[in-house]
């Protein structure tokens, strides 16, 4: 009799990874890592602690800055949005692809 199982991860996720809901590996990155391109899963932390993050919704991108549950903005493919935190600026742009680009400025 065969088992399969079922909800598992199919490899353990490496270090600077974290598992997703749907069982996935997405990499976290640090502000220490800008300039970057985060993938769909993906997240950067930012030094006062906010968290980046997005998700595709068609060809726009649902960016969700710190903890909020809504998304902050919505871009569209070659749009961008700049945002303070602290007393840093940042800026995150949207790409055709399934990426988005977050860096200092």
């Known amino acids: 009799m065969n088992k399969q199982k079922t909800g598992v991860a199919s490899r353990k996720c490496a270090r600077g990874e974290r598992q997703t809901i ?19 899963e993906d997240s950067v932390r930012l030094g006062g602690g906010e968290t980046i993050r997005f998700e595709a919704n068609g060809e ?22 700049t945002f303070n935190s602290g007393d ?18």
């Open 22 to 40: 749907n069982q996935e590996c997405a990499m976290e990155f640090k502000e220490n890592d800008l300039p970057i391109e985060l993938h769909h």
């Open 60 to 81: 726009a991108k649902d960016v969700f800055i710190g903890d909020a549950f809504t998304p902050t903005i919505q871009l569209f493919p070659d749009t961008d949005y």
């Open 88 to 105: 840093k600026q940042y800026q995150v742009r949207a790409h055709f692809e399934d990426k988005l680009s977050v860096k200092r400025l």
